[in-house]
C-alpha cells in the first residue's frame, strides 16, 4: 500500500492538551495527504477518572477538523493502541505524555515504552507536556500550615529521640532535612526558614549532647541549619516550578475552552444560538447556570428560556452598573446580586445585553475563574456585535433592493399608465368638439379609446395579481386535474383575445393528473403563450409536455430572437424588459409566472431551444398517485 | 331606435354612478326598458314592484352584500340574475352561480361582450319554459328525449355517467354550470368535493364529442368555476 494513503492514528483522552494533539495530528495529515483517525481507548483503569463529556467534546473537535474517530475498549491503553496501529495500518500514533495526575497522562510514558518494544510499523510522535508536579495539593490556611509544620518537627524530634545518643549528627540530620523539605514544598518557602531554625533550636536543646546545654558545638549546630536551609531552598525552587507548571496546565485549559467556545459561537446565526452555545459551554466550563438577557423597555429578554427568577432587577437599575448607559468603573467587572453574578457583554462599540451566571454551589465561583469568563463574556459579546452588524447590512441591502423596485415601479406606472390615459383623455376631448369628426375617424377614436383602456385594465390587474401573490394573500387552490383542460382553456382565452394562435400542442394521451390551481396556470400558460406570440410574430409556437419521476414538465417554445444567456434569470424579475423587445408588455407576466410556479412549489426556467428562439420550461411536483377513480369507470 | 311595443326589462342593482352612466344607455339603445338601483334595499323594493325580465347584479353593494340579495331574489323569482364582479374573485363567482344566478360579467367588460351574455340569458329563460329536448349547433347534436348524440351526423356511443354529465351540461346550454352543481347531478349528493372524477370524464367526453381535445369549441371550461356547453360558436 502506497505510504501516503495510510492514516495519521492520534490517541485521545479527556485532558486539555488533547487539543493540540489534534492540531498537530491534523496538520500532519495535510502535510501528508493523508487520512486521519481520532481514536480514544476506555481502560478498565481509566475509565472512573476520564471525563467522559470532555472526551465527547474532543472527539467531535476532531471529526470536525476531518478525522475519523474511533473508540475502542482494551484492558491497557498500550495494547488498544498497539491494535488500534494494526488495524488502520497506521503511519504515524501520535500520543501525548506527561507526568501529569490523570491516570492517562501517567500513563503516557510508560505506553509509549511499550509500544516501542511492541515493534510497531508506524512511526511513533509522542508530544511532552510542560513539566508539572506529581502531586498538588490544596492551599491550606496559615494556621493550618503552622500546625502541619509544627507538627511534622515533633514528629521528627520524636523520631530523633529514639536514637541513640552517640555520634547521632549524621543519623538525626537526614530525618530534619527530610521534615523541613517537606514542609518546604507543602508550605512554601517561610515556614521552610522558620522550620529550619526552629529544628536547629530543637537539635541543640533535645538531642545534642549533652543535653540542655546553653553552649553547644557551634560548627555542629552551623553546619546542622545550613544544610536544613538548603533543603527549603530547593524545595522552595521545586514548588515554584510545580505552581508555574499548573499556571501553564490552567493556561492551556483556558485557551481550549475559549477556543471550542469561539467554534461554537461563530456557528451561530440568531442570538438564540449565541445563547445556547454560551450556556452549554459556560455550563460545562464553570459548572454553572448562564443566560443572556437583552433589555426590552423595562423587562429582560432573556435566552434561552425565561428566567424564574422574579427578582431580577429592571434594566433601568442594573444598567448603569453594567455600562447600559453611563460607562462607570470597569463594565467587565462581574456585579454580584442575589446569589448570581451579571456581567457586561461590551463589544468594540456598545453593550450588546447582559450575561448572568448562576454558580451550582453556594459558595460562588472560585477567584481564578473569574479571568476566563471574562474572556467568555468578551467573545459573546463580540459574536452577538457581528451578529447586529450582519443584520444591519442585511437590513440596508432590503432597504436599497425596495428602493431600486419602488424606483422601478414608479417609472413604469409613470410611463405605461400615463400613456394610455394621455391617448384617452385627448381621444374624448376631440370627439367632444362641436366641429364634426367624418365617420371613419370617429370611430378610429373609438376605437383607441377601447385597445388603451384595455391596456390599462390589463396592467393593473397584473400589477394585483402580482402583488397579492407576493403578498401571499392569493395562494394556489391545488386540484388534482388533466394538463389538457388548463391547456384548452389557455388557448381559449388567448383566441378571444388576440385571434387565432399557431401553437402545436403535444400532450401525450397518458399523461397523468397533476394539482394545481387551473386558474393560475391558466394565466401562466396565457402569459407564456401571449409573450412567444409577441417574440416571434406568425411563428408557430410549441407546446409539449411529459412526465418525469416525480414531477410533470411542461415547455412553451418560440423561434423568436432568443434571451441571452446572461439575462435568462432576469426576465423572471418584475419590470424587467429585454433590451429592444419594443412595445407591448411592462415585464410583469414573466414575474407572475414565477411567482405563480412557486407557489405550487415547482420551477421556472428559460433556455435555448435547439435550433434557435426561447423555450421556457416548468416543472411541477407530483406527490404521490392522484386519488382513486369512482367505481365503474370504464 | 325603435322601442318594441312590450320592451323587456332590466333592472340595474350598480352602486357606481360611472358604471350606471355607461349601462343605462347601452341597454336603452339596444330597446330594453331600464330600471336602476343604487342599492340593495332599492333593488329588491325594484324587482318587487316591476318583476324585472332580467337582473344585472354587482356583488359589491355598500348596504348589504348582492349574495343576500340574490337569495332574496331567488326566493320568488326564476327570472335570469348575471352578476356584474370584479376579477379574480373566482369564489364568490361559484357561489352565486351556486345560489342560483345564471351568469357572470368580469369587470371590466365591453358593451359587446356584456349585450351577448343578457341576449344569451333571456333567450335560456324562454327556451327552458317551452322546454327543448334537442339542442344542436357546430356539428354537435343532442335529443335528450330520445338520449340520442350525434357529432357530425354520426351517433356517437357514450357510457351512462358520460351521458348523464352531457345531459347535466346540455340543461344548463350557454350558461355556466359550476363543479358542484355537475357533481351532485351526475354521482349524487356524495359526489359533491370530488371535482377531479368530474375532470377525467370531461376529458372523455371531449375525446368522444371534439375536433380538438386541447382546443375545445363545445365544452369550455371556467377555470375555478365550472364547465359551459357552446353550441353557438365555430365548430
Known sequence: MDASARPILVALGSEARALRLIQAACRLARERNAPWIAAHVETTAGAATEDEEQVQVWMQEAQRLGAETRRVRAPTLAQGLADLTRGTRAQVLLLGRSRGRWPWARLGHATADELQRRGLDASLVVLDDPPEAAWAGAPASPFGATAGAFLVLAACTGLAWLLPREGNLSLVLPIYLLGVAFIAHRWGQGLGVLASALGTLLYNFLLETPRFSQGGHWPNLLFFLAMLLAAQLVMGLLRRLRLQAREVQRREFHTASLYLLGRALARSQSPEEIALSATEHIGRTFKAGAWVLFPEGEAWRSLPGSLADHDLPPPSELGPSLDLGARQGDPLEPLPLGGAFYLSLTGTDRCEGVLRILPAGAGGLPPRTWELLKAFAAQIALALERLRWLEEARQAQVERETERLRNTLLGAIGHDLRTPLAAIHGAAGTLLLPDGLDEPARRDLLTMIQDESERLAHLLGNLLDLTRLESGVLQAQKEWQPLEEVVGSALGRLERREGPVPVHVDLPPDLPLVPLDAALMEQVLVNLLANARRHAPGREVALRAWSEPGRLCLEVADRGPGIPEALRERVFEKFFRLPGSGEGGVGLGLAICRAIVQAHGGGIQAAERPGGGTAIRIDLPLPGDPPALPEGTP | ?235
Do not use: C
Open chain 2, 1 to 235: 331606435m325603435t322601442a318594441p311595443a312590450n320592451p323587456l326589462r332590466i333592472l340595474v342593482v350598480e352602486d357606481e354612478p360611472a358604471l350606471r352612466r355607461f349601462l343605462v344607455p347601452t341597454l336603452a339603445g339596444q330597446g330594453y326598458q331600464v330600471l336602476t338601483a343604487a342599492t340593495a334595499a332599492e333593488g329588491l323594493a325594484q324587482a318587487r314592484s316591476h318583476n324585472p325580465d332580467l337582473v344585472l347584479l354587482d356583488l359589491g353593494l355598500p348596504d348589504q352584500d348582492g349574495m343576500e340579495v340574490l337569495r332574496q331574489l331567488r326566493a320568488w323569482s326564476r327570472r335570469p340574475i348575471v352578476i356584474l364582479s370584479a376579477r379574480n374573485q373566482e369564489r364568490d363567482k361559484v357561489r352565486a352561480l351556486d345560489q342560483g344566478a345564471d351568469d357572470y360579467l368580469a369587470k371590466p367588460f365591453g358593451a359587446a361582450e356584456l349585450l351577448a351574455r343578457l341576449r344569451a340569458a333571456l333567450r335560456r329563460a324562454v327556451q327552458t319554459e317551452a322546454g327543448d329536448s334537442v339542442v344542436a349547433g357546430g356539428g354537435l347534436r343532442v335529443d335528450l328525449a330520445r338520449r340520442d348524440v350525434s357529432l357530425d351526423g354520426r351517433p356517437v356511443h357514450l357510457t351512462a355517467l358520460e351521458y348523464r354529465l352531457l345531459e347535466a351540461l346540455v340543461r344548463r346550454h350557454g350558461k355556466v354550470a359550476t363543479h358542484a352543481q355537475l357533481l351532485v347531478e351526475v354521482w349524487g349528493p356524495g359526489g359533491a368535493g370530488n371535482t377531479h372524477y368530474l375532470r377525467i370524464y370531461m376529458a372523455m367526453l371531449r375525446r368522444k364529442l371534439e375536433v380538438d381535445p386541447a382546443r375545445p369549441r363545445h365544452f369550455i371550461t371556467e377555470p375555478g368555476v365550472g364547465y359551459r356547453l357552446d353550441l353557438d360558436g365555430p365548430g
